[in-house]
């Protein structure tokens, strides 16, 4: 390329020199930019001012379904947690070599991180459930799945920010997730199989007529965290926030239109919680699976996940009275379940042996929100997903 000056006067020798080469090196810097494009084409590079308990600050995108563009993460940070809840499957039987959940175990384990020490609270479902939006222990009613839906009666309060006593729908005074999110003016949606009305419930003190799967109507009241909590109840925003599952699909064609936090909880067959179904299909995670493959790629595709999403996949408990070892505040009596992790903010086919539970998932939605950590989330010791999860500032 040959440049052109044109001077409008003599310039002696060494000025008429140096001011040639300061105009070439400025031509050459422009040529340089044409060349690589507008700025902000690169690897995209984490926001440094946000963090996560533990995270690391090295860039890195997760393995996306085939036929689709890799996640960009082009936020810098985590904007929208996606939670999948399935039940009831001891680690081995889900993460074995023998999985009955081969697109699980084998298709979406290389896209992501597994959690290889990820324990349930208690038995049965439902303080799993709440222990993932509340930090509250389980009580009697919650460990037998809340048959009745019971109001529940204090007693009395200890550390780390627990209500004592008994019963299943908790006072006002008791905080959320969902409360936290709302106040902070961030959005949150539950979306739950079959429940068809929003933020459907038993009456209060009434018999839980959702325990066992109907032809048509498979969802469980226990499987919904959020209608346990009488700020979520009595609230107008319930039915705008607890709603069918149907309505997920609508919601994830724009990253403005997808809640910040999405929590999904399928029917009683596509959990795997019931073997076989009611209206004939297999269940256990052979159902479990075949619904992931179904609707996970709907996710992973979605413009809020590509553009800084996170998907946790786990389970509420292990099956049989399998519990954990100690030294994990809040406990592990529902047993080792491991938890699947999928991101742009993780490095692929990737695990990790560090101990977690369903607190620790609480407490790193609540830092990822920059949110403080409720009930046991909040205890001395109880680890967040950090720099063995997240390979990036999230």
């Not at 991180?113 to 009697?140: C, D, E, K, R, W």
């Not at 070892?325 to 990790?352: C, I, K, M, Q, W």
């Not at 539970?357 to 680890?383: C, K, Q, V």
Request: neutral net charge; contains cysteine; charged residues 15%.
């Amino acid at each position: 390329m040959r440049l052109k000056m044109k001077s409008g006067g003599r310039v002696p020798g060494r000025r008429r020199s140096r001011a040639v080469r300061v105009v070439v090196a400025v031509a050459l810097a422009v040529i340089s930019t044409a060349c690589q494009g507008p700025s902000g084409g690169g690897t995209p590079v984490p926001d440094p001012t946000t963090t996560i308990t533990g995270s690391s600050p090295s860039p890195t995108s997760a393995s996306s379904p085939p036929g689709s563009p890799a996640p960009t993460a082009a936020a810098g940070k985590i904007g929208h947690v996606f939670v999948i809840n399935l039940e009831n499957q001891s680690y081995n039987k889900t993460w074995g070599p023998d999985s009955a959940a081969p697109y699980l175990s084998q298709t979406l384990r290389s896209q992501g991180v597994l959690l290889t020490q990820y324990y349930g609270v208690a038995h049965h479902s439902n303080p799993n459930y709440l222990a993932q939006i509340s930090g509250q222990a389980s009580n009697p009613m919650t460990r037998n799945d809340c048959t009745t839906y019971a109001p529940f009666i204090q007693t009395g309060t200890a550390d780390p920010g627990q209500v004592l006593g008994s019963g299943c729908v908790y006072p006002a005074s008791v905080p959320t997730l969902a409360g936290q999110l709302s106040d902070a003016g961030k959005t949150w949606k539950g979306y739950m199989e079959d429940m068809g009305t929003p933020c459907r419930h038993p009456s209060p003190g009434a018999k839980d007529n959702s325990q066992n799967a109907k032809i048509n109507d498979q969802y469980a009241t226990r499987h919904n965290p959020f209608v346990y909590f009488t700020s979520i109840t009595s609230s107008p925003g319930c039915r705008d926030n607890v709603v069918d599952y149907s309505n997920l699909a609508k919601d994830l064609q724009s990253a403005a239109t997808t809640p910040d936090l999405a929590y999904v909880s399928p029917n009683l067959c596509h959990d795997g919680h019931d073997s076989p179904c009611v209206d004939g299909q297999p269940g256990g995670l052979e159902s479990a699976d075949l619904w992931l493959k179904e609707q996970v790629p709907a996710i992973l595709n979605s413009p809020a996940y590509r553009q800084d999403g996170v998907l946790v996949i786990t389970f509420d408990e292990a099956d049989g009275n399998a519990t954990g070892p100690s030294g994990l505040p809040g406990g592990t009596a529902g047993g080792l379940v491991g938890a699947l992790v999928l991101s742009p903010f993780t490095s692929p086919g990737t695990s990790s042996g560090t101990m977690y539970n369903h607190y620790s998932l609480l407490a790193t939605m609540e830092d990822i929100f920059s949110l403080p950590r409720l009930g046991y989330a909040a205890a001395p010791g109880l680890p967040s997903f950090g720099p063995d999860v997240f390979s990036a500032h999230p």
